[in-house]
């Protein structure tokens, strides 16, 4: 079993910044891959970035490209999302996820609000 306990959402201004963090706890040896997920009021959720445990190999959406960068820091057992160049079209209820083994972990979610 994976928990993964999210924070750093809030409101911000179009072109402001904010940093997410997902800590996991639990068998975390087990975890392959961690990432973002975000679903807007009426959309469906849609991944923004995944990061391996291994090899920390990244993957971004098209749409945050060059202004999200996804990172991890082991001894932490935390994944962070610093958001750069917010807009509103950001605004969303981001969630963290994990994949271990087959198995799929979901986080609670935390609100993200980018006001234009």
């Known amino acids: 079993q994976v928990q993964l306990v999210e924070s750093g959402g809030g409101l911000v201004q179009a072109g402001g910044s904010l940093r997410l963090s997902c800590v996991a706890s639990?068998?975390?040896?087990?975890?392959?891959?961690m990432g973002w997920y975000r679903q807007a009021p009426g959309k469906q959720r849609e991944l923004v970035a995944t990061?391996?445990?291994?090899?920390?190999?990244?993957n971004y959406a098209d749409s945050v490209k060059g202004r999200f960068t996804i990172s991890r820091d082991r001894a932490k057992n935390t994944v962070y999302l610093q958001m750069n160049s917010l807009k509103p079209e950001d605004t969303a209820v981001y969630h963290c996820?994990?994949?271990?083994?087959?198995?799929?972990?979901w986080g609670q979610g935390t609100q993200v609000t980018v006001s234009s």
């Open positions: 639990g068998t975390i040896s087990s975890i392959n891959s």
């Open positions: 996820h994990a994949i271990a083994y087959i198995m799929n972990y």
């Open positions: 990061i391996t445990t291994r090899e920390s190999i990244t």
